[in-house]
């Protein structure tokens, strides 16, 4: 009876999709981290970009969170969540293309260095304009002292209130998806209240062996390496080292992952999936290091092979067409699957007409608008790739464009 009860159990936890672990963490699948922009060029608190990827239109499930795991050996919090995003209400779910998107504004109410007031100055996400309409947006309200400061302590204030303030932690950290009974955050993962006895290990026990974990990345740098007490720690399925071939000594990572050589003294600005991909190699992701020419959001990934993995990657500017929609693989990234990447729309403000100019057939078009209703669709081919618009009021709309299995969103005025 008792053999019978565990076969029973076994198989009711495999129909589940938990039946896998990795480093005593149960885990699922379905649910991933698409894209992560947690330490951009500029001020992080408007910056910083979250894109997750599920199932479309499915209900986001209500103890789903990103959270965010401390690596910084010389910090009594390695081994720690530090952060931890509730992404599901229980209503919220993904978006038509199965993508939900995390993104902040922030509003300067306090006095400037001078002791004058500031205006009450409003700063908008730098991507609403240009995230697919088909994705669920999260937008997130702050207010502040000071955008500048690009801290925690410069927020005041934000709504909703899903535990993120706009400043994820970075380098040392791990970044993972899952479902937890409660509120993660605080567990501990690695050593015991004062993280003195941490090894980079997956602790045996503790509330983390009763959540789902449904995908996990890790980026650590070198700043505790050289001359430093306690080395850096991460705990992601994948793990990109910063230098690991010269300081590998100094890398306690837990013992399932996968490890790349991040080859670069420069710090990940962009951790992305490759398209539909689940797994945890080099050909799974994209990490980069920011180029110097980069700019929110219209950002260029490094141009420099040792600082953008992998190499087919180097000076791809194609970051600014997928926002909220999938990723390009390094398989098709030179494919036409991508040739409407150079698309451009003009003129633009317009009143009346707008012109597609790409080479690519064009297979349909719709025009959303900022709440993400359908305001305007063509289904035929355009053989001249022109838009009528007069009969749209005035304002800012999206034009999502397609091309076959290919599309691509543009920002459009209507004057």
Known sequence: ??????????????????????????????????????????????????????????????????????????????????????????????????????????????????????????????????????????????????????????VSTKVPDIGYDGNLIDATATYMLVTA??????????????????????????????????????YMDDDDVDGGENGEYAYGQIVYAQQSNLHSTKHFITTSATIVDFNTTSDANYILRQGTKTGYTENDWIVSANGSSSSVPNWVLSTSLEKVYPDAFAGWDGIKDVYGDLNPTAETLSTNVFALANIGVYPNPSSDFITISTQEDITSIEIFNLLGKKV??????????????????????????????????????KN
């Open 1 to 154: 009876m008792k053999k019978t009860l565990l076969l029973i159990i076994t198989l009711f936890t495999a129909f589940l999709g938990y039946s896998q672990m990795f480093d005593n963490i149960p885990t699922g699948t379905g649910i991933y981290i698409n894209k992560l922009i947690a330490s951009p060029s500029g001020d992080d608190l408007i910056n910083e970009y979250i894109e997750i990827r599920g199932t479309a239109n499915a209900i986001v499930p209500s103890n789903l969170y990103l959270i965010t795991i401390e690596g910084d050996g010389n910090s009594s919090s390695r081994g720690k969540v530090s952060e931890a995003i509730s992404l599901g209400d229980g209503i919220r779910t993904f978006g038509a293309n199965g993508m939900l998107v995390v993104i902040c504004n922030y509003t300067q109410n306090a006095s400037d260095d001078t002791g004058l007031e500031n205006t009450n100055g409003f700063y908008p996400s730098p991507y609403i304009g240009v995230i697919s309409a088909d994705a669920t947006i999260i937008e997130i309200a702050l207010t502040g002292n000071d955008l500048g400061g690009s801290s925690s302590s410069n």
């Open 181 to 218: 009974a409660s509120n993660p955050k605080g567990a501990r993962i690695d050593g015991t209240s004062d993280a003195s006895d941490a090894n980079g290990i997956i602790n045996a026990t503790g509330d983390h062996t009763s959540w789902v974990l449904y995908d996990s990345i890790a």
């Open 376 to 413: 305007s669709s063509i289904s035929s081919e355009l053989s001249n790739k022109t838009v009528d618009v007069t009969s749209l009021s005035n304002g800012i709309y999206i034009m999502k464009v397609s091309s076959g299995n290919s599309s691509i969103t543009k920002k459009i005025i």
